[in-house]
Each structure stands twice: as structure tokens, then as C-alpha cells.
């Protein structure tokens, strides 16, 4: 069954890693990657990735792509939305700060930025505006 509109954000809003897909070339298949990724729910979704990195290319040629999360245990449930790339702009130590936060222990998120200032280089923050939304919870069965 099809979450509602606030149990869908609720479940965005979490700390999942999310498969990034956007178009590639003509006769490729799309690029497929894991991302960490940043949302409030009623917000739109952002991410951060490497200025000149090839899924930055991608999008920025596409102007769109789809971020989908998911959750096999202790339920099946998954959430995907689509839409437009928008409002890129220069990542900052602290998009970057907030984002380790998310997703990493207390003590390691200062070594983490250290490493990814050091071996990462400078990022990009992108948002996407939502268009689409695609959503299952299979929990309930």
C-alpha cells in the first residue's frame, strides 16, 4: 500500500542511504549511486557531491534525477521522488558538517571532515524539487 503524504517525509526524513539515479549517455544505462542525502519534511531533498565528479556532469546535462530510499528489515518499505536539479551552489565545511552529522557517530565527524576536505575536494550542493513521488509500505502484511 502507498504511504501518505506525511508518513512518506516522516520516512525520507531519516538517515538512509539513498540510490542517486540520473540519465547518462545515449546507450548507457543510468548511473546508479549510493548518496547520503538531507531532508526536513514539507522541504526539498539535498545532497552534496564533488564538483567535478561525473554524476554532477550528469545531472547538471539532465537538470533532473531521482533519489530512492528503502528499508527491508523489520518491514519492506521504500520511498522515491523525482524532479528538477536546482539551486546548485558551493558546498560550505558546514553543509558538509551538518550532513556528517546525519549519518555518523558524534566522534567521528570531525576526522570524517577532515578527510573529505582533504581527499574529496571542493562540493557541490544541489537540490531537487520534488515532482514525483513513488512510495510502498509493506509492513502491515
Avoid: C
Avoid at 526536513?40 to 531533498?45: A, C, L, N, V, Y
Wanted: no cysteine; hydrophobic share 40%.
Amino acid at each position: 500500500m502507498a504511504l501518505t503524504t506525511t508518513e512518506r517525509e516522516a520516512f525520507l526524513a531519516e538517515p538512509h542511504v539513498a540510490a542517486l539515479s540520473v540519465e547518462a549517455e545515449p546507450g548507457r544505462a543510468p548511473l546508479t549511486v549510493p548518496i547520503w542525502y538531507h531532508y526536513e519534511p514539507g522541504g526539498r531533498p539535498w545532497l552534496l557531491t564533488g564538483t567535478e565528479s561525473r554524476k554532477l556532469q550528469l545531472i547538471r546535462a539532465a537538470g533532473r534525477f531521482t533519489l530512492m530510499v528503502d528499508e527491508v528489515s523489520p518491514r519492506l518499505m521504500y520511498v522515491s521522488v523525482s524532479g528538477d536539479a536546482v539551486d546548485m551552489v558551493a558546498g560550505t565545511r558546514g553543509d558538509l558538517q551538518e550532513m556528517a552529522s546525519r549519518y555518523l557517530p558524534p566522534q567521528a565527524v570531525d576526522p570524517y571532515l577532515e578527510m573529505a576536505e582533504r581527499d574529496h575536494g571542493p562540493q557541490t550542493k544541489l537540490y531537487l524539487e520534488p515532482k514525483q513521488w513513488v512510495s510502498l509500505n509493506l509492513g502491515s502484511l
